[in-house]
């Protein structure tokens, strides 16, 4: 919504970048409403004091207000991990968000802490281990657990890709094995 390192010329700086951003950028605020409309966002990285953002926020609240008296829901639009500790900046979104302040007494302890949790989700997100046997992954594994995905590696190389082998060389190629 602001911009890429990979395009420094559409990065939102000034002031007047934040002015021309609705008729730069429509389409990613867009998709930013569509998203509070329709599931729970995950709000991360993000200080919430940016006025746009607030602008489009504040849009959808208005609608799913008008809406409510159709059946329109009132429930947080999202939940905010905080790492300012700003309790302003909470009773602001007050309603709109579940805002999680991180522990810690400064922001890099906020920060670091916010690190692990994320970490963890990463962690916990997936069971998929489509990669265990690709070579691009091999430096995650340890030493023994290595050599294991390389000798698996080299069977899949030699067996044949129909017949009675076909399955187990599928199979190990689920798990990443060229």
């Known amino acids: 919504m602001h911009g890429s390192v990979d395009e420094p010329a559409?990065?939102?700086?000034?002031?007047?970048?934040?002015?021309?951003?609705?008729?730069?950028?429509?389409p990613a605020g867009a998709v930013l409403q569509a998203v509070l409309l329709t599931t729970h966002l995950l709000v991360v990285g993000t200080s919430m004091t940016d006025d746009n953002v607030l602008r489009l926020v504040h849009e959808v609240v208005q609608y799913r207000k008008r809406s409510k008296k159709k059946g329109g829901q009132d429930a947080p639009l999202g939940t905010v991990l905080d790492v300012s500790g700003s309790t302003l900046r909470r009773r602001l979104y007050e309603g709109m968000f579940r805002w999680?302040?991180?522990?810690?007494a400064s922001v890099f302890e906020r920060a670091l802490n916010l690190e692990v949790f994320l970490d963890c989700v990463?962690?916990?997100?997936?069971?998929?281990?489509t990669w265990l046997l690709d070579v691009r992954f091999a430096d995650l594994l340890d030493e023994e657990t290595s050599a294991l995905a390389e000798d698996l590696r080299?069977?899949?190389?030699r067996m044949p890709s129909t017949g009675e082998w076909a399955e187990?060389?599928?199979a190990l190629q689920a798990y990443g094995a060229a």
């Open 154 to 157: 080299s069977l899949v190389a």
């Open 10 to 26: 559409s990065i939102v700086l000034t002031r007047a970048d934040f002015a021309g951003y609705d008729g730069a950028s429509r």
């Open 168 to 170: 187990v060389r599928a």
């Open 122 to 129: 990463a962690m916990y997100a997936s069971d998929n281990l």
């Open 100 to 104: 999680c302040a991180l522990p810690g």
